[in-house]
């Protein structure tokens, strides 16, 4: 799997800041109140009254958790990683109206809804929620004061139910988008997000319907849609002139003929295993100069697999448990699926 993670950037970025000692008072107050409604982690003992929170070198102390600040002293980012609390969300993180950079992930013992509070944060450029056991709503950025920088959210690894909400998709700069591995269901909206190449993680969710034909005029850089209830075509996602990377359609039920598709020289990697997708695998999968992570076992593809090109690359799982693929690196055609003999007339 090849995924662009963000989140490392960021930790990248916070880390660079300069060490300032300057710091506003509403937000020491503000972060004491999410220490409070975390229930005093042992691992945040640190957060007392008139701490440094601003200092890069006192937070390294701190065991994943930490805070960066403006050159003014506001809180621009805040990780709380790997906290052993049982609570509710700290909606108190809502007052940190600076923050742009925003990581709670890994605390399973965190529950209840996300505050819909947390869209109205509109400095945000990275938001993200994984691993917890938040459960409820995708938060609907529906609202006159969305974060218009935003360009990553991950909330991928929680409880999260119900159905994408459609305003996600009105974000402008949002390029990043990673609800992977909740409890969505209904079908995926036809918006798009808006910027060149994105990244779109649906993966591990009951969404049911077809992939949105807007998708076709879509240049992902990644789409994982793996382990849902899609139907239909998804044939469109590929061709000669796109840019994806790595499409992940596993674990569904698409349905097309893959004889006509045309994949890019850009193209990494696909799976599109555990799907219903038949007719034969075109020349250009041998040719597509990328493409060394392709997966087409398990579906209904059927013929002689095309030659020479890359197909050296490619072990015989790639086109394991099809209706009736032949031809190297799978057993000749002649030996595994003898055409009938000629009947004489
Ligand atoms: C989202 O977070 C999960 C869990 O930390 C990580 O594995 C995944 O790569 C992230 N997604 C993106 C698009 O960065
Ligand atoms: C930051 O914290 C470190 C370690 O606690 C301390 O040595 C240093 O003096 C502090 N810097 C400022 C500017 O307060
Ligand atoms: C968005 O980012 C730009 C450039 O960094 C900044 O000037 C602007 O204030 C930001 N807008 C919001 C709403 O934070
Ligand atoms: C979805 O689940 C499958 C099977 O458990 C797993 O292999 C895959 O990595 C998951 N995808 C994501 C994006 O979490
Ligand atoms: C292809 O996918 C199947 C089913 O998910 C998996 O068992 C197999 O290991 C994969 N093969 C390759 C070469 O990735």
């Given amino acids: 799997m090849y995924i662009r993670s963000i989140f490392f950037l960021v930790l990248l970025l916070c880390c660079t800041s300069s060490v300032l000692s300057t710091k506003d008072k509403d937000d020491e107050n503000t ?38 600040c403006t050159s003014t002293g506001r809180v621009k980012s805040l990780v709380l990683h790997n906290l052993d609390v049982t609570k509710p969300f700290p909606d108190g993180i809502c007052g940190l109206t600076e923050m742009e950079y925003t990581e709670i992930s890994q605390i399973p013992g965190l529950y209840g809804p996300i505050p819909s509070c ?20 995708v938060p609907d950025f529906s609202g006159h004061t969305k974060p218009t920088n935003l360009t990553g959210i991950n909330l991928s690894g929680n409880q999260l139910s119900g159905t994408i909400p459609p305003s996600i998709f009105t974000l402008p700069n949002l390029d990043s988008l990673d609800l992977s591995s909740n409890s969505l269901t209904g079908t995926i909206p036809t918006g798009v997000l808006q910027t060149k190449n994105p990244s779109l993680g649906l993966a591990n969710n009951s969404l049911t319907g077809e992939l949105p034909k807007s998708y076709g005029s879509v240049d992902f850089w990644l789409i994982d849609v793996g382990g849902n209830q ?38 990494y990697g696909f799976d599109l295993s555990h799907n219903k997708i038949y007719g034969k695998v075109p020349d250009s999968f041998a040719t597509a100069a990328g493409l060394y992570y392709p997966n ?31 031809g190297p690196p799978l057993p000749s055609c002649s030996n595994s699926a003898p055409a009938p003999a000629p009947a004489s007339r």
């Fill in 31 to 68: 972060l004491l109140k999410i220490k409070k409604q975390l229930g005093d982690p042992y691992s945040l003992r640190w957060w007392v009254k008139g701490f440094d929170y601003c200092n890069a070198s006192a937070n390294v102390a701190t065991e994943y958790s930490y805070i960066t």
């Fill in 118 to 137: 947390i869209t109205k944060l509109s400095n945000l450029v990275l938001l993200g929620i994984m691993k917890t056991s938040l459960s409820g709503p």
């Fill in 296 to 326: 087409l076992s398990f579906n209904k593809l059927c013929g002689e697999l095309p030659k020479g090109g890359n197909m050296w690359r490619f072990s015989p799982a790639v086109f394991a448990h099809n209706s009736c693929l032949c």
């Fill in 230 to 267: 899609l139907s239909g075509d998804a044939s469109f996602l590929f061709g000669k002139q796109k840019t994806a990377v790595n499409i992940v359609l596993a674990n569904n039920e698409f349905e097309f003929d893959l004889s006509y598709v045309e994949f890019s020289d850009k193209i």
